[in-house]
Nanobody
Framework: QVQLVESGGGLVQAGGSLRLSCAAS????????TAWFRQAPGKEREFVAA????????GYADSVRGRFTISRDNAKNTVYLQTNSLKPEDTAVYYC???????????????????WGQGTKVTDSS
């Protein structure tokens, strides 16, 4: 079982940036796609972005494409989400998630998840 720990959340003004990190331990996750989801207050959890096991392919929700960038460093067992030009509607708890299947090529909202982190909170301070 892989364990995922997110960090990097905090207070940020509209237009600002944050880099979220997801550190994995336990079973290696370098063969699995990894995704970020978020859940805003009173709303359902939604897909944000995903990256293939080798970082060669990515997928994004329309609401964040062009503003957020997902990347990974398998040597460090870490996945990142660079969030730029933040908007008030980006306020949410952001969750890291590892795909349930190694070598998965699907990088969209229905990506099957095998493990979740506990989340890191991003809050608009405007």
């Amino acid at each position: 079982q892989v364990q995922l720990v997110e960090s990097g959340g905090g207070l940020v003004q509209a237009g600002g940036s944050l880099r979220l990190s997801c550190a994995a331990s336990g079973r290696t996750f370098s063969n699995n796609a990894t995704a970020w989801f978020r859940q805003a207050p009173g709303k359902e959890r939604e897909f944000v972005a995903a990256i293939s096991w080798n970082g060669g392919s990515t997928g994004y929700a329309d609401s964040v494409r062009g503003r957020f960038t997902i990347s990974r460093d398998n040597a460090k067992n870490t996945v990142y989400l660079q969030t730029n030009s933040l908007k008030p509607e980006d306020t949410a708890v952001y969750y890291c998630a590892a795909s349930a299947y190694s070598g998965s090529l699907y990088l969209g909202p229905s990506i099957p998840i095998g493990a979740w982190g506990q989340g890191t909170k991003v809050t608009d301070s405007s």
